[in-house]
């Protein structure tokens, strides 16, 4: 489904006052290992619609962050809602009630390396809609691995004998099994070359576009947060340390920001992104503009 043509960012659904609605709250979140403090106090918004990019150090706990809000890592202390729900001490079936409204890519994809491509993507059929028919099984696995841009014949493959790229694309598509509305990506670009990089991150934004997904992205990709990315919130110091649009997080005269987006890489992406833009830009005038995106500052860190 990754077409030649460059997909058009549009902006997050907005409710009637004008304000997008919140899919994802955490409050005040703390998480430690033993003596190891990972968060203390972080909080983030994901806005229904957006595409939100993590970025953050390694081991500066992005993927503690992921775990904890879909409830795989009880945390210490905070609130994560999502849909507007908490989901913090739930009962088991209340948790699935609102786990099936959402996909996740976990950080290397991470498919079962003893079932088919397409028996990897009827795991979350099988769990949630038990009595669901092999048939009907069958179909909604062999559509969503078409939707994930993985050609038919990969159904019937091993993970083992896909490439890198192709091994992203299938945890897409068993992300997108149970027709989500939220997906979780942990770093879906890594180990890919910048042409099947650049492919999957238009991926995200078709399929964020065609189903109305919101996506909470964590990358390491300076490529993919210019290419994709509505807002991105930086995660430094325990805690969320600012969430903007990169122009904003520029402005920031924070240390590990500045080096981040301005070193070479940061440099490179962006005039990238430039040269995407310009090439786009007859397409402008009918995107509608982007929200304003507001800048948390935290106490003087930033
Ligand atoms: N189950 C665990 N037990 C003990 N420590 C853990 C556990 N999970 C994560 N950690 C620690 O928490 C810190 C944050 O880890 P996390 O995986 O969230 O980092 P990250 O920001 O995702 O890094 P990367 O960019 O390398 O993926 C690390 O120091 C890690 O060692
Ligand atoms: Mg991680």
Redesign the pocket.
Known sequence: MSSAAPAVKTPPRETRTGEAETLISVRGLSNS?GD?V?HEGLDLEVKRGEILGVV?G???????MLRSIIGLQVPDAGEVEVFGETMLDREEGDLQRVRRRWGVLF?GAALFSTLTVAENVEVPLREFYPRLGAKLRDEIAAYKIVMSGLPAEAAPKYPAELSGGMRKRAGIARALALDPELLFLD?PTAGLDPIGAAAFDQLILELRDRLGLTVLLIT?DLDTLYAICDRVAVIADKKIIAVGSIEELLELDHEWIQEYFRGPRGRAAEEAAEEAASEEAPHEETAAPQPAAKVEESKGKV
Do not use: C, I, L, R
């Open positions: 290992f190891q990972v953050g390694s081991g500066s706990g992005k993927s503690v950080q770093e390491h």
